[in-house]
């Protein structure tokens, strides 16, 4: 039993799925207000429609009948302990030497994949390599996109890899331009590419491709399909149990974000005067705030869409942008979503539903049902998940 990763993936897993937004906010900005409030709009997104088969589990998950005394209990979720520490623990030694085989294991299982003959396992050796350097990553991204052009992840992976590279000759505008054969709607590619061209100093180039952003239908950085990528290629290769390779997936991802920080800067440092670029912020904050697949793009919407108002001096409208907002942390972010999301690392059905729902309808949608799903799984007096392993 491995009893020091078991406690740090509970510690971990507060802090990286229900405030995921805090791991890059340091990136984009300090003391721009953009990490005061971490809340979002995305109760008011507009839903994709649901297919027949996304109909059959929404009926699945709440065709029930919810014991309505509980509803507003805190305790009505299984809380299952938190493993502790004790003199049987392994000794520091042991520990690092675990760790140690562990990093082996892992650089096994990237070299395998990268020699793959199959696309996806390939992208997943290059993506959750732990030991490369941007240059590497940079160069193996272009390979592999130059193979395997329409692949979204690698697409993105590689823009976000050439903010810190000066390599023209491959971030470069016949990358860029190749933004709509590859995912016509998101609107995180072109933030990615406006952020690129701002850190370059192409302001007219960000602002035309940050124009282009606040168009888009969604903003996806592609994080449940990393992690099921994941789970599609790594985790059948490791003798993890499905929570710790999760865990895993998590933890890297949220390591490695998609670098778009500098098109949040071009919109906070401009002025007042610049009513064209101040708009198009505008634009871009009020889509993301709704139409985003992640509490924290739209969180970052929100924090656009109030800038905008302060900036006008109109404090009526900001200061209801900001409550709105609250409103909509409270809802996403509270202890019964902590208890459920702690919760379905102790039953792998649940986190399974989790990832299912976070692919097909984004964070938000994902959170809210997977707490539904906990409380009503949680008044079974038979449901007994506590005693599972959660990490192995």
Same mark, same amino acid.
């Given at each position: 039993?491995? $009893?020091?990763?078991?406690?740090?993936?509970?510690?971990?897993?507060?802090?990286?799925?229900?405030?995921?937004?805090?791991?890059?906010?340091?990136?984009?900005?300090?003391?721009?207000? %953009?990490?005061?409030?971490?809340?979002?709009?995305?109760?008011?997104?507009? =839903?994709?429609?649901?297919?027949?088969?996304?109909?059959?589990?929404?009926?699945?998950?709440?065709?029930?009948?919810?014991?309505?005394?509980?509803?507003?209990?805190?305790?009505?979720?299984?809380?299952?302990?938190?493993?502790?520490?004790?003199?049987?623990?392994?000794?520091?030694?042991?520990?690092?030497?675990?760790?140690?085989?562990?990093?082996?294991?892992?650089?096994?299982?990237?070299?395998?994949?990268?020699?793959?003959?199959?696309?996806?396992?390939?992208?997943?050796?290059?993506?959750?390599?732990?030991?490369?350097?941007? $240059?590497?990553?940079?160069?193996?991204?272009?390979?592999?996109?130059? $193979?395997?052009?329409?692949?979204?992840?690698?697409?993105?992976?590689?823009?976000?890899?050439?903010?810190?590279?000066?390599?023209n000759n491959i971030c470069n505008q016949q990358l860029f331009d190749k933004a709509n054969a590859v995912d016509q709607e998101n609107g995180m590619i072109w933030l990615s590419i406006a952020a690129h061209k701002f850190t370059h100093n192409d302001l007219q180039g960000?602002?035309?491709?940050?124009?282009?952003?606040? $168009?888009?239908?969604?903003?996806? =950085?592609?994080?449940?399909?990393?992690?099921?990528?994941?789970?599609?290629?790594?985790?059948?290769?490791?003798?993890?149990?499905?929570?710790?390779?999760?865990?895993?997936?998590?933890?890297?991802?949220?390591?490695?974000?998609?670098?778009?920080?500098?098109?949040?800067?071009?919109?906070?440092?401009?002025?007042? +005067?610049?009513?064209?670029?101040?708009?198009?912020?505008?634009?871009?904050?009020?889509?993301?705030?709704?139409?985003?697949?992640?509490?924290?793009?739209?969180?970052?919407?929100?924090?656009?869409?109030?800038?905008?108002?302060?900036?006008?001096?109109?404090?009526?409208?900001?200061?209801?942008?900001?409550? #709105?907002?609250?409103? +909509?942390? +409270?809802?996403?972010?509270?202890?019964?979503?902590?208890?459920?999301?702690?919760?379905?690392?102790?039953?792998?059905?649940?986190? #399974?539903?989790?990832?299912? %729902?976070?692919?097909?309808?984004?964070?938000?949608?994902?959170?809210? +049902?997977?707490?539904?799903e906990a409380k009503w799984r949680s008044q079974d007096p038979n449901y007994n998940p506590c005693k599972a392993q959660v990490v192995q």
């Amino acid at each position: 039993m491995r $009893k020091l990763t078991l406690f740090c993936v509970f510690a971990f897993l507060v802090i990286v799925i229900l405030s995921r937004q805090f791991i890059q906010s340091e990136k984009i900005a300090v003391n721009t207000g %953009l990490n005061e409030n971490n809340s979002n709009q995305a109760s008011l997104r507009q =839903e994709k429609p649901l297919t027949a088969t996304e109909e059959q589990l929404e009926a699945t998950l709440f065709n029930r009948t919810i014991d309505t005394t509980l509803t507003d209990q805190l305790a009505e979720i299984i809380t299952c302990p938190t493993p502790g520490f004790d003199s049987q623990e392994m000794t520091l030694d042991q520990q690092e030497r675990l760790l140690s085989e562990d990093e082996q294991q892992h650089d096994v299982i990237i070299q395998a994949l990268k020699h793959s003959n199959i696309d996806h396992e390939q992208l997943a050796g290059i993506l959750f390599d732990i030991g490369i350097s941007t $240059k590497e990553k940079l160069n193996e991204l272009n390979e592999f996109h130059q $193979k395997y052009p329409s692949n979204k992840i690698a697409y993105l992976k590689l823009l976000s890899a050439c903010h810190s590279s000066n390599n023209n000759n491959i971030c470069n505008q016949q990358l860029f331009d190749k933004a709509n054969a590859v995912d016509q709607e998101n609107g995180m590619i072109w933030l990615s590419i406006a952020a690129h061209k701002f850190t370059h100093n192409d302001l007219q180039g960000a602002f035309e491709s940050l124009t282009v952003a606040a $168009k888009k239908s969604f903003f996806s =950085e592609y994080f449940y399909e990393s992690i099921a990528l994941f789970d599609q290629t790594v985790s059948p290769m490791t003798s993890k149990s499905y929570a710790g390779n999760i865990a895993s997936a998590i933890g890297h991802i949220s390591a490695h974000s998609v670098n778009y920080g500098q098109a949040f800067e071009y919109c906070l440092e401009t002025e007042v +005067q610049n009513i064209e670029v101040l708009d198009a912020c505008f634009q871009l904050g009020e889509n993301m705030e709704h139409n985003s697949h992640s509490l924290f793009l739209s969180s970052l919407g929100s924090s656009l869409v109030k800038e905008y108002y302060l900036k006008l001096q109109d404090d009526d409208a900001a200061a209801a942008s900001e409550q #709105r907002s609250s409103s +909509q942390y +409270q809802e996403s972010f509270n202890e019964q979503t902590s208890k459920a999301t702690l919760l379905m690392y102790h039953d792998e059905d649940l986190m #399974r539903l989790w990832l299912q %729902l976070g692919l097909e309808h984004g964070e938000f949608s994902a959170l809210k +049902q997977l707490t539904e799903e906990a409380k009503w799984r949680s008044q079974d007096p038979n449901y007994n998940p506590c005693k599972a392993q959660v990490v192995q």
